[in-house]
T-cell receptor, first 114, second 113 residues
Framework: AQKITQTQPGMFVQEKEAVTLDCTYD???????LFWYKQPSSGEMIFLIY??????QNATEGRYSLNFQKARKSTNLVISASQLGDSAMYFC???????????FGTGTKLQVIP | EAQVTQNPRYLITVTGKKLTVTCSQN?????MSWYRQDPGLGLRQIYY???????DKGDVPEGYKVSRKEKRNFPLILESPSPNQTSLYFC????????????FGPGTRLTVL
């Protein structure tokens, strides 16, 4: 069974600073993917970024990047140059075998301070 | 516009009164899934479907039923709702035919009194 752990329930960051949100995982699959989603206060779930376990480089999407450490089973989300609109809940997720069943973490609530 | 729609968006009901939350996607996605979101617990998967007539249990299926008779629709049925099913429910679909990248609906906030 897959397991996701997000140990930071809440975080604050100053506007324009970078912030790292932690995510560790456990899986018995040899090949897997890791996903990050954003949930603003309006409630919708928005896909942010994906990392494949066999990707040689860390994933990057605009101001979002992943610090993927396979041996440590961690994939931390780095948001550079934080903006007020980055204030939201952030969830890490991992699909199970065959990418069918999906396990989410408990999330990190990020608040960006002006 | 590509979207996942859920109805109703808000529902207050009483214990034991059967209800259905509809979910529909217009992207021809094979994979669809239901989640519930509770404070401090994140999202937990209720059921998922890999294709028409193919459904399987997620982590918290008790008290819920689903069906997938058409590719676009994946309704969530609560035969006898109880207060512990008060939650925010999300439907999602995936273009990859699997549970990878998912496109979420707007959510349904359900209160069971």
């Amino acid at each position: 069974a897959q397991k996701i752990t997000q140990t930071q329930p809440g975080m604050f960051v100053q506007e324009k600073e970078a912030v790292t949100l932690d995510c560790t995982y456990d899986t018995s699959d040899q090949s897997y993917g890791l996903f990050w989603y954003k949930q603003p206060s309006s409630g919708e779930m928005i896909f942010l970024i994906y990392q494949g376990s066999y990707d040689e480089q860390n994933a990057t999407e605009g101001r979002y990047s992943l610090n993927f450490q396979k041996a440590r089973k961690s994939t931390n989300l780095v948001i550079s140059a934080s903006q007020l609109g980055d204030s939201a809940m952030y969830f890490c997720a991992i699909p199970g075998g065959g990418y069918q069943k999906v396990t989410f973490g408990t999330g990190t609530k990020l608040q960006v301070i002006p | 516009e590509a979207q996942v729609t859920q109805n109703p968006r808000y529902l207050i009901t009483v214990t034991g009164k059967k209800l259905t939350v509809t979910c529909s996607q217009n992207m021809n996605h094979e994979y669809m899934s239901w989640y519930r979101q509770d404070p401090g617990l994140g999202l937990r998967q209720i059921y998922y479907s890999m294709n028409v007539e193919v459904t399987d249990k997620g982590d918290v299926p008790e008290g819920y039923k689903v069906s997938r008779k058409e590719k676009r629709n994946f309704p969530l049925i609560l035969e006898s709702p109880s207060p512990n099913q008060t939650s925010l429910y999300f439907c999602a679909s995936s273009p990859a035919g699997t549970g990878g990248w998912q496109f979420f609906g707007p959510g349904t906030r359900l209160t069971v009194l």
